[in-house]
């Protein structure tokens, strides 16, 4: 299993963080996705080669920003 961190600009409650932790869990390979919203960061888990380019995509049409992207910890 593979880990991403990405940096996310513009939440601001907890429907912010829910909506786009369910934004990433729906992506194909997504096996779990988990959004600190205080840290502005999402760990996404996946089993399928996933593209930065997907992730960033997917979490800019739910109306945020990605900062950055980087392996997991």
Known sequence: ?????????????????GQVEKTLRALP???EAAVDLAAKRAVVSFTADLADE????????????????????
Do not use: D, N, W, Y
């Open 29 to 31: 390979g997504v096996a």
């Open 1 to 17: 299993m593979q880990k991403k961190q990405l940096l996310i600009e513009g939440m601001s409650c907890g429907h912010c963080a």
């Open 54 to 73: 997907v992730l960033r995509a997917a979490v800019t049409e739910a109306g945020f920003e990605v900062a950055a992207i980087t392996p997991a910890p």
